[in-house]
């Protein structure tokens, strides 16, 4: 059977064209521009979020100096904090130097007893119980002595009363109080005493 066109009219020729054309449109569109078009809304997608990403790097980017201020000032407070809270290693060392204002002071500390520490969140209070003998004035130049002390020491529960077997030249006074100095913690606090020395064992 002769299929050809040319025996067609015109108009039936024209029609055969244009269902030819369209089917090769539509087969052109479904297995070529159908998938760039997929992939160029895919590409689309990662470009949003990209640019996504990019406005928030840029608006981080221009927060940077202040962040940068915000850390110098914190390092700057730290140093503060530290200048006046010693760590863990130096307590012994302070306590040496509190015994020492006490001579200084002419008073006689006849114990230093290390109390229960309290932790906190960047620091612990190391409390010490001091018992002592001499005299008002003395007492009195202690704590002034104290109050001027570059570490933190705060004097609470103070006592005071008469020694009983006193003389003219002697002690008058037996005073207790609890001194207590902060040390300085990044970590978490050992279990322990803090500031206390390791126990040796036997041999």
């Known amino acids: 059977m ?6 067609l009219p015109w108009y039936a020729q024209i029609g055969a064209f244009v269902v030819v054309s369209a089917a090769a449109v539509f087969g ?13 809304d ?5 470009l949003t979020a990209l640019r996504t990403e990019i406005d928030k790097g840029m608006r981080t980017a221009r927060q940077l100096p202040e962040f940068q201020a915000q850390v110098t000032d914190l390092e700057r407070r730290l140093e503060s904090l530290q200048a006046v809270l010693p760590e863990q290693k130096d307590v012994a060392d302070i306590l040496r130097r ?3 204002l006490a001579t200084q002071s002419s008073l006689t500390i006849q114990r230093f007893t290390p109390q229960a520490p309290k932790q906190q969140p960047l620091y612990a209070e190391l409390p010490f119980k001091i018992v002592a003998e001499g005299r008002y004035h003395n007492l009195g130049a202690f704590f002034d002595r ?14 005071i009363r008469a020694k009983p077997d006193s003389d003219a030249n002697g002690p ?15 970590a978490p606090a050992t279990k322990g005493k803090p500031g206390a020395p390791a126990a040796k064992g036997r041999k």
């Open 2 to 7: 002769d299929l050809s066109l040319n025996k």
């Open 28 to 40: 052109f569109w479904y297995f070529y521009v159908s998938d760039i078009r997929t992939d160029i």
């Open 42 to 46: 895919r590409r689309q997608t990662q």
């Open 98 to 100: 509190v015994q020492g």
């Open 146 to 159: 104290i109050s001027k002390f570059p570490r933190i020491i705060n004097v609470s529960e103070i006592s």
């Open 172 to 186: 008058t006074i037996v005073a207790e109080c609890t001194a207590t100095t902060f040390v300085f913690q990044e």
